[in-house]
């Protein structure tokens, strides 16, 4: 078939490489290309692997008010989103013979929108999935065409996470186009009392609460590593904090403590318990196991983080 993939961050870029393995391309749209923190322009991860396999790259401030013409020239038999960032009208939905389906990293309907990988670390859940449906103008409402479970394994993280499911939405998204394509496949209308929502992270949730639950800040953790990361204070200087594990020993101590500082451990008091911290990053520095960072630095026992 002919296919036009949308999207923009790496999560898109296995999806389109098996894509082109079983149909043509005739078109990549990307996000427009952004200014970095530095002020440098940045190509985004699908826009790279366009550029490098010679695809044929569009990118539009907004695609239903700048595209539609472009994409009907195009005369795709379907278009392919993941994580593309754009809502799209009914007249560029309309525009291909097939319509239009979506990698989506949950099991629809639950945790429909923005950041649904993010969230099911965040919620501690213990399996998530991949679905791909069809596109409606209402986000992450459409038909279910097929679903693909996958247990979240212990501790994993939102990165680690996310490259396995990239893997996966590749393998599902040829399934799908291939049910498509031979007219086998079967759209499956949501169950809309069941759905649920998630929303961007936002920054406020990024500075732990040391006075939350144990799994909660440890689930926070993981849900942020590897980026934005989580981070707390101390002594007035921002901490990320990348890692974290459950600590059995019993202490007194108040919510964000430290109790412990060893050579090779910091253990840190939460509101129903400790945690050892395993990963972190100070100001100015780089990225580093707890060993490394304690060997020439202490954080005095006594010291309340986040303070």
């Avoid at 991949?130 to 992450?140: A, E, P, S, W, Y």
Wanted: hydrophobic residues 40%; contains cysteine; proline residues 5%.
């Amino acid at each position: 078939m002919r296919v036009i993939f949308l999207g923009t961050p790496d999560f898109g870029v296995p999806a389109l490489n098996s894509i082109m393995q079983h149909h043509t391309v005739v078109g990549c749209v990307c996000q427009p290309d952004k200014p970095s923190a530095r002020g440098k322009i940045e190509y985004c991860a699908v826009k790279k692997f366009a550029l490098a396999h010679d695809l044929p790259l569009f990118q539009f401030e907004k695609v239903s008010r700048d595209g539609v013409q472009t994409l009907k020239d195009l005369a795709p038999d379907i278009m392919v989103t993941a994580a593309y960032g754009q809502i799209l009208s009914q007249e560029v939905i309309d525009i291909a013979l097939h319509g239009i389906i979506n990698i989506h990293g949950s099991l629809l309907p639950k945790l429909r929108g923005a950041a649904p990988i993010q969230y099911a670390v965040l919620m501690g859940l213990k399996q998530t999935g991949i679905t791909i449906l069809n596109t409606v103008k209402r986000v992450d409402a459409g038909d279910i065409i097929l679903q693909k479970p996958l247990d979240i394994l212990p501790y994993e993280t939102n990165g680690e996470l996310f490259e396995r499911m990239s893997m996966l939405g590749a393998q599902a998204v040829v399934e799908a186009l291939h049910l498509i394509e031979t007219g086998k496949a079967v759209y499956t209308p949501q169950v809309e009392e069941e759905a649920t929502f998630c929303s961007k992270i936002t920054t406020e949730q990024e500075q732990i609460d040391w006075s939350k639950p144990r799994e909660e800040i440890i689930n926070l953790v993981r849900a942020l590593n590897p980026s934005p990361a989580t981070w707390t204070t101390v002594s007035g200087k921002r901490l990320k904090i990348y890692a974290l594990r459950p600590c059995d020993t019993q202490f007194n101590g108040r919510a964000g403590e430290v109790v412990e500082c060893g050579k090779k451990s910091l253990i840190v008091m939460c509101g129903n318990g400790a945690v050892f911290v395993t990963e972190l990053q100070a100001e100015n520095a780089k990225r580093m196991d707890i060993a490394s960072f304690l060997n020439g630095r202490k954080i005095p026992v006594g010291t309340v983080l986040g303070e």
